[in-house]
């Protein structure tokens, strides 16, 4: 497991996780493993890497607690039991994109994102649809940077004025 889906495994809050972009399947089948969590979604929108998902889950044994769902983003993803949601590797553009068309995740749901190009789009449109970023951890990966984002919804709207005074 690479440090970044590691952090991003760190943020997540609950016992159903659903990733977002799997690829592989690499992060739920390392929360499984690790007692993170009690079970998992690996959603992918492109059918060859959630082939490969759904090969590499079976690889660990893993098929009766991480299920697959061909899905862009969280629309064919069913809410029911979802604690936290994780969408990394993507960027911050898209991952608004996937959050706006997904209203159920302002009914308690724990995000864990992770942006890799665009996070200020990102975090401006978490703030002003009223999600607040509760916490922010930092990797490196090689010469890479990562920052992984847990934010949820408030519904609280923070003001964008800047106070002149400095």
């Known amino acids: 497991m690479d440090k970044r889906l590691v952090?991003?495994?760190k943020?997540?809050?609950?016992?159903?996780v659903c990733d977002v972009g799997t690829d592989h399947g690499y992060l739920p089948c390392f929360m499984i493993k690790e007692n993170m969590c009690k079970k998992a979604l690996a959603c992918d929108v492109a059918p060859l890497?959630?082939?490969?998902a759904e090969e590499h889950i079976r690889r660990e044994g893993l098929s009766d607690r991480i299920g697959t769902v061909l899905s862009d983003g969280l629309d064919n993803v069913p809410q029911e039991g979802i604690t936290d949601v994780v969408m990394a590797g993507?960027?911050?553009e898209l991952i608004a994109r996937l959050l706006e068309k997904c209203p159920w995740v302002k009914n308690g749901v724990n995000l864990v994102l992770q942006p890799m190009t665009k996070w200020d789009v990102l975090r401006k449109w978490l703030y002003d649809n009223g999600f607040e970023v509760k916490k922010e951890l930092a990797c490196t990966e090689g010469q890479f940077a990562y920052s992984v984002m847990q934010a949820v919804y408030t519904g609280k709207t923070?003001?964008?004025d800047c106070?002149?005074?400095?």
Request: overall charge negative; proline content about 9%; aromatic content about 8%.
């Open 7 to 9: 952090t991003c495994a």
């Open 11 to 16: 943020l997540c809050t609950g016992d159903f």
């Open 49 to 52: 890497p959630l082939k490969s």
């Open 90 to 92: 993507m960027g911050g």
């Open 158 to 160: 923070p003001s964008h």
């Open 163 to 166: 106070d002149d005074r400095y």
